[in-house]
């Protein structure tokens, strides 16, 4: 019996005896195309939203099915006529091994029998890994992208965006900011962002976007496809956990239990735009072993404060940086002639007398005044955690990276990734400016 004419994605919403009768009678040509059918495969938690957005946020669990939507969504967009796609993903084999190459990358969900809404045939891509590209038949172009190399979104225009794991991302504010000077194609330009929620502001700001559509999911909405054993060994071990929130349920947990400084005290801050004239300013470094780029050693914490003539304290600008010991020696320098500040102030650390050479290599008429650690980073922050509650320190804009390391700094120690480099600088800063004559001194913090 011939199969009758219909929408093959009108499947999916018929009752299962209706679908029985109907998959039975389809020719192999059919069963082809249903099979490549995502409106009819995809979980309603899959498939865009409707509405006038420009960003699809889907905040999921490891194993939700991110990828496979991320795919699916690009290819719905090429077939409905977009021309340029950009792949955004934390590294450059990320997104080859991810986005185009993985199982649910775009290689697999993409078939010879695509065809655009007006009837063009697309097919799958020519990929060609050196040209960090994808080809379609009818001349569409995906270009692929790392977050570690947010200049290479400098000049590159595209209509749509697949931002693969954001919170991820490196350089997050840079790339995210390049990736939307480019976004400007068409009528009606617009961004898929499938990733695990990390606490950090660009996440947050995309959040609160009116642009912003917004999908949650866990892993277990995707547990058909999952092995029990893997479901169950998770739910043993990260159920009901502070990761397991995060990396299953996908909630955007902002404060880490026992943190020294809450969002809602860095937002208390950031009220710091209309600035007093100062009493005085200080640059304060934080040294670490690096090398520069090339090494896996942490950021030089660099951070500008100054004390106000209303005798609040003020976080000024963060130029902390990874670079040789010549480059972030003269970034602290030109920080401190930018700013018109007073002294520098800089840890001694493991290198002894090498932070104050190599400042005065670079301008021997500084004022430079040294440091010694005594006591750990926790005892040395909780003070000016404490100024922080007592709303005498305020934040200009911009120190986002900054903000983050002080959230994630406990009474136990920092949770966050590496070293808390930037708060390290801003605690020493601001000992200067706001306890040095008082209970607490630079030298036995």
């Known amino acids: 019996m011939p199969a009758p004419s219909f929408n093959l994605s009108s499947l999916a919403k018929l009752p299962p005896a209706q679908q029985s009768a109907i998959l039975a009678g389809l020719t192999d040509r059919e069963c082809q195309a249903l099979l490549h059918d995502w409106r009819f495969l995809a979980r309603s938690s899959q498939l865009p939203p409707d509405g006038d957005w420009q960003n699809w946020l889907i905040l999921a669990g490891r194993g939700f099915g991110k990828t496979r939507t991320g795919a699916e969504w690009a290819r719905e967009e090429l077939k409905a006529g977009a021309t340029r796609l950009g792949l955004i993903a934390p590294t450059a084999s990320d997104a080859r091994d991810v986005m185009v190459e993985g199982e649910s990358g775009l290689l697999a969900v993409c078939w010879a029998g695509d065809r655009t809404h007006t009837g063009e045939a697309l097919g799958r891509p020519q990929y060609e890994p050196s040209k960090r590209r994808l080809t379609w038949a009818n001349g569409a172009i995906a270009t692929l992208f790392s977050a570690e190399e947010p200049e290479r979104l400098r000049g590159p225009q595209h209509d749509r965006l697949w931002c693969d794991e954001l919170a991820a991302w490196k350089y997050l504010r840079e790339t995210w900011d390049m990736a939307m000077f480019g976004l400007r194609l068409g009528d009606r330009p617009r961004t898929c962002i499938t990733t695990t929620p990390k606490p950090n502001q660009v996440l947050r700001e995309i959040i609160r976007d009116a642009r912003t559509i917004i999908t949650r999911g866990s892993t277990f909405d995707n547990a058909g496809n999952l092995a ?142 040294e440091v010694v650690a005594s006591r750990g980073k926790v005892v040395r922050a909780e003070p000016i955690a404490a100024l922080y509650e007592q709303d005498r320190i305020k934040h200009v804009g911009g120190l986002e990276h900054l903000e983050d390391q002080m959230c994630a700094m406990t009474g136990d120690g920092y949770m966050g990734d590496g070293s808390p480099d930037r708060v390290d600088a801003a605690v020493w800063a601001l000992t200067d400016l706001m306890l040095t004559g008082s209970q607490y001194t630079l030298n036995n913090l």
């Not at 955007?252 to 020294?260: E, N, R, S, T």
């Not at 200080?282 to 942490?298: E, F, L, M, Q, R």
């Not at 106000?308 to 003269?330: E, F, H, M, N």
């Open 228 to 369: 029990p054993t893997f479901l169950q060994a998770i739910k043993d071990k990260y159920e009901g956990t502070r990761l397991g929130r995060q990396e299953l349920n996908a909630e955007l947990l902002d404060d880490v239990p026992g943190a020294l400084w809450t969002r809602d005290m860095i937002d208390s801050a950031k009220d710091g735009s209309s600035l007093p004239d100062m009493q005085r300013i200080v640059v304060s470094i934080d040294p670490s072993g690096t090398a520069g780029d090339s090494d896996d050693g942490d950021s030089v914490g660099i951070v500008v404060a100054g004390k106000g003539v209303d005798g609040a304290g003020y976080i000024l600008a963060d130029r902390t940086c990874k670079l040789s010991p010549d480059g972030w020696g003269r970034r602290a320098v030109a920080a401190y002639h930018e700013f018109n500040a007073d002294r520098i102030v800089a840890e001694r650390n493991f290198g002894g007398a090498m932070v104050e050479h190599v400042i005065r290599t670079v301008d021997a008429q500084v004022s430079y005044t």
